[in-house]
T-cell receptor
Framework: EDKVVQSPLSLVVHEGDTVTLNCSYE??????LLWYKQEKKAPTFLFML????IEKKSGRLSSILDKKELFSILNITATQTGDSAIYLC????????????FGQGTELSVKP | GAVVSQHPSWVICKSGTSVKIECRSL??????MFWYRQFPKQSLMLMAT?????????EQGVEKDKFLINHASLTLSTLTVTSAHPEDSSFYIC???????????FGPGTRLTVL
């Protein structure tokens, strides 16, 4: 059965800290891995990763995929209170018709 | 680009009534739309996949007669929760694919509360 597992499930840090969120997966016919940020409403897209070893960056956020070890990490440097959210990892498989399989999410809380 | 809207953003209804939620892709044609449900402190659970002009494909355990999905055009899909009950109270989120890059873009969600 396809599955996506995120860790930790929750994390509390102080402003300025650097955090690393983990996502491991077991999915047949992997197509891509996506990271989303969810605050009060629906998820907003952060990154889509398809190739191993190529880091994607957007400001203080970066992410990388390891297709051999079947995991991805999302790094946030110099965290701010506005980074507090649930971070969702999802995997898309070629054979699933575009379906996304979501992990449980990591709830990040950044304290001032 | 790749904006998806949902309407209404929240709705409160009495038990036994039906509620319709609309999902629109505003600046691209969505070949496929997805409907998710999210309970508090839980991740998104896919309910069904909808392709324009064809019947929706429902996930295991989702009652197709209770959650009616219509995808009449490339920019609009609707989810109707029929005879809603308090246990149907949840956050319903749609997503659409067909924009660039080719991934799913989420609507803002609809919070349904059934009294």
């Amino acid at each position: 059965e396809d599955k996506v597992v995120q860790s930790p499930l929750s994390l509390v840090v102080h402003e300025g800290d650097t955090v690393t969120l983990n996502c491991s997966y077991e999915v047949t016919n992997f197509r891509s891995l996506l990271w989303y940020k969810q605050e009060k409403k629906a998820p907003t897209f952060l990154f889509m990763l398809t190739s191993s070893g190529i880091e994607k960056k957007s400001g203080r956020l970066s992410s990388i995929l390891d297709k051999k070890e079947l995991f991805s990490i999302l790094n946030i440097t110099a965290t701010q209170t506005g980074d507090s959210a649930i971070y969702l990892c999802a995997v898309e498989a070629y054979t699933q018709g575009g379906k996304l399989i979501f992990g449980q999410g990591t709830e990040l809380s950044v304290k001032p | 680009g790749a904006v998806v809207s949902q309407h209404p953003s929240w709705v409160i209804c009495k038990s036994g009534t039906s509620v319709k939620i609309e999902c629109r892709s505003l600046d691209f044609q969505a070949t496929t739309m997805f409907w998710y449900r999210q309970f508090p402190k839980q991740s998104l659970m896919l309910m069904a996949t909808s392709n324009e002009g064809s019947k929706a494909t429902y996930e295991q355990g989702v009652e197709k007669d209770k959650f009616l999905i219509n995808h009449a055009s490339l920019t609009l899909s609707t989810l109707t929760v029929t005879s809603a009950h308090p246990e149907d109270s949840s956050f319903y989120i749609c997503s659409a694919s067909g924009g660039a890059p080719d991934t799913q873009y989420f609507g803002p969600g609809t919070r349904l509360t059934v009294l």
